[in-house]
Structure formats: C-alpha cells, structure tokens
C-alpha cells in the first residue's frame, strides 16, 4: 500500500538541468529518509543522495555540488534537482524510501543526457 511515484524524468543536453519529484503515499507515518539512488546500463543501483526526516543530507562524492536534494515532509514528497547534467548521469532514478527497517521503492525515471 506504501506507494513512491516518481515525475519529472526527460532527455537533455549536457550542461543542463532537470528536477525530478517523488510523491509518498499510503503510510501513516513519514520515512526515516528518503532519497534518488540511480542504475546506468549494465552497472548496480547507486546512491545520489538522501535526506533524513531531520534534514541531514548526504551526497555523492561524484554529484556533490551538482546535485542538491529537498524534502516536503508534510507534503511527502522529495526532490532532486541535477544541474550542469553529463552524459555519464544517464540511468534510471529511482526514489527510496526507509522506515522501520525497511525500504521501498518507486518504479523509476528515465534521464537522459545527450546531445
């Protein structure tokens, strides 16, 4: 019943932007943390970064700076919004969720970086 949806995926070129939204429903209560992790072809599903319900972050080494990470807890939504966008930041982002131990996941964005 925990559901995370995922929007705001696309193409764009690189040196530009894209912000993409998480939408929690579902849960009585809200997630220990909430983050983007994201899987490129043929590699493992990688963190980009999370928040914590107290609002501590953590990044990336390779997208610190590039890459800054929101959360709306009454809203219940999370976002990531990735500037100056490379090639290499081509994969499939998926929003996670952790609470009680357990995480969930949403179903996936496409971004593409390409010229």
């Known amino acids: 019943q925990v559901q995370l949806v995922e929007s705001g995926g696309g193409s764009v070129q690189p040196g530009g932007s894209l912000r993409v939204s998480c939408a929690a429903s579902g849960s009585r209560f809200s997630f220990y943390s909430m983050g983007w992790y994201r899987q490129a072809p043929g590699k493992q599903r990688e963190l980009v970064a999370d928040?914590?319900?107290?609002?501590?972050?953590n990044y990336a080494d390779s997208e610190k700076g590039r890459f800054t990470i929101s959360r709306d807890i009454a809203k219940k939504m999370v976002y990531l919004q990735m500037n100056f966008l490379k090639p290499e930041d081509t994969a499939v982002y998926y929003c996670?969720?952790?609470?009680?131990?357990?995480?969930?996941w949403g179903q996936g964005t496409q971004d593409t970086v390409s010229s």
């Open positions: 928040i914590t319900i107290g609002g501590s972050t």
């Open positions: 996670n969720g952790r609470m009680f131990g357990d995480n969930y």
